[in-house]
């Protein structure tokens, strides 16, 4: 009677057994997992993904064909491997976690398919290519997330194919140049952050001088510290201090850099009061906003003076 769609009953009691709960624990527990963590502590592979899927040929073979084949992939948390059918027991091709470089998308021009990606590896690149556009992010997240703390990953790769002689992306000759575009870095597109310096300076200069009284007060206890070495008294007990004496020298130099930042912009808004006309093109006559902006100026001026 829970259910709003009572037909999905049977369904959930078939998923309610401890082993399929302990198999999606287990699943997640892998895939959020930190760097230190090493994927083949556990003894027992966890399928992580499969599915059939087109691959293009290495080239072991010296004279051999590199035509595309459709071959059953499965992804562990030990080995990405492929083969001729899905009920297949042995692996046409193996690759160890370790072993993925990279895991990138392939420009449509290089093969005029669409929906492919690479899995680098030190001596070769397999291309693949997935049903649709879905699939292809999957397997390149997933991909990703299982190998994005192996030592060796590059920082940079070539999006196109290697034919002809040369790198189709940059029109490099030798098989083995360093690659040309910088890789995701193991982050999915969609996320990847562009950080403004300008920005993140200001907002930290921001939460430095709003919180001053509280590094004045720290910078109070670590001159205490230091120079009684005596027992915290009970204003200071929030602080939990290692180094008094190099805290009291770091908290000396971030309270004067704010101060100094807090003069240079005090003066900046002087000299923009002064040469700011109202009435221009910039401040129009009605400019709500800079009639506040004159009003406070003429306030700080009065309790200057």
């Known amino acids: 009677a829970s259910f709003k769609e009572t037909y999905m009953a049977a369904f959930y009691d078939y998923f309610n057994e401890q082993k399929y709960a302990d198999a999606v624990k287990n699943f997640l527990d892998l895939i959020s997992s930190s760097g230190r963590r090493d994927h083949k502590s556990i003894e027992q592979p966890i399928m992580l993904k499969e ?15 590199k035509n ?10 030990h080995e990405c491997t492929y083969q001729k059918s899905k009920a297949g027991d042995h692996p046409l091709c193996s690759i160890p976690i370790e072993n993925i470089l990279a895991v990138e998308k392939v420009e449509e021009e290089s093969f005029k398919m669409k929906n492919m990606f690479q ?7 397999l291309y693949i290519q997935a049903n649709n556009c879905v699939e292809a992010k999957e397997w390149i997240d997933i991909l990703t997330k ?7 990953r590059l920082t940079v790769f070539h999006p196109s194919a290697y034919l002809n002689g040369h790198w189709l992306c940059c029109k490099a000759t030798s098989e083995t140049a360093n690659g040309c575009s910088p890789c995701t870095g193991g982050l999915p597109a969609n996320i990847q952050i562009v950080i403004d310096g300008d920005r993140e300076t200001e907002r930290i200069y921001s939460l430095f001088n709003t919180y001053m009284s509280k590094l004045e007060k720290m910078q109070e206890a670590c ?4 120079v009684y070495d005596g027992p915290e008294q009970e204003e200071y ?3 939990v201090i290692d180094d008094p004496r190099e805290t009291y020298k770091t908290l000396c130099s971030i309270i004067e850099g704010v101060k100094t930042l807090e003069e240079e912009h005090a003066q900046y808004r002087r ?4 040469k ?9 006559i009605g400019d709500k906003s800079f009639q506040t902006y004159i009003r406070q100026q003429s306030e700080v001026s009065t309790h200057s003076i």
């Open 119 to 125: 899995v680098i590896q030190p001596v070769r690149t």
């Open 68 to 77: 595309f084949k459709k071959r059953w992939f499965r992804l562990t948390n």
């Open 51 to 65: 599915g059939f899927m087109i691959k293009r040929a290495q080239g072991r073979k010296r004279f051999g064909m």
């Open 271 to 274: 000299d923009k009061f002064k």
């Open 146 to 152: 299982v190998s994005q703390c192996n030592q060796k």
């Open 223 to 226: 001159g205490s510290r230091s």
């Open 276 to 284: 700011t006309k109202y009435g221009s093109q910039e401040h129009p």
């Open 237 to 239: 007990s929030s602080f």
